[in-house]
């Protein structure tokens, strides 16, 4: 038994994950959260329980490379600027239907899987009480705009 309180064992997932989301009227006008925005909420942790995203991508849907945005927050309703904070971008591909994974996301001490010949596990924690938001960077709707996935898991 540990010398601590802290609960030291591995993390368990309840309860898989895996949401799509159209980005086409899922807009901000830059990097910094503005109160015009039309980000949409794509994992909601705030009423629920955390989870561990083993991987965030883009699907192309047309041969123009948008900016995706990703942002933590702990508003469920709205993307608020002081309830926000930037975490990683995506660009989607120029070709019709190629996925982009985040190369970005951090390492992590727990065992995921897809995690290829990285000397490295990658994952995001999402913490309960935060929700995970995209949004596409620019102010105008499109009819072309990339999907955004993740998949993952509940703890």
Same mark, same amino acid.
């Given at each position: 038994m540990a010398s601590t309180s802290t609960n030291k064992q591995? @993390?368990? #997932? =309840?309860?898989? &994950?895996?949401y799509v989301v159209n980005l086409d009227t899922a807009t901000n006008d830059g990097l910094d959260i503005i109160g015009t925005n039309t980000a949409k909420l794509i994992v909601d942790a705030?009423?629920? =329980?955390? !989870? #561990?995203? *083993?991987?965030?991508? +883009? #699907?192309?849907?047309?041969?123009?490379?948008? /900016? +995706? %945005? @990703?942002? #933590?927050?702990?508003a469920r309703d709205y993307l608020r600027p002081n309830e926000s904070a930037f975490i990683g971008r995506l660009t989607s591909s120029t070709t019709v239907a190629e996925r982009v994974a985040w190369e970005g996301m951090?390492?992590? &001490?727990?065992?995921?899987?897809?995690?290829? =010949? *990285?000397? !490295? %596990?990658? !994952?995001?924690? @999402?913490?309960?009480?935060?929700? &995970?938001?995209?949004?596409? *960077?620019?102010?105008? /709707?499109?009819? =072309?705009?990339?999907? &955004?996935?993740?998949?993952?898991?509940w703890y």
């Open positions: 591995p @993390l368990f #997932i =309840d309860r898989v &994950l895996h705030v009423s629920s =329980d955390g !989870a #561990i995203l *083993e991987d965030v991508y +883009v #699907i192309s849907r047309s041969s123009t490379g948008y /900016n +995706v %945005n @990703l942002y #933590i927050s702990t951090p390492k992590s &001490l727990a065992p995921v899987p897809q995690v290829g =010949d *990285e000397p !490295a %596990n990658r !994952a995001f924690y @999402l913490p309960k009480g935060y929700a &995970l938001w995209a949004a596409r *960077e620019g102010s105008a /709707n499109v009819s =072309d705009g990339p999907l &955004l996935g993740c998949q993952g898991g």
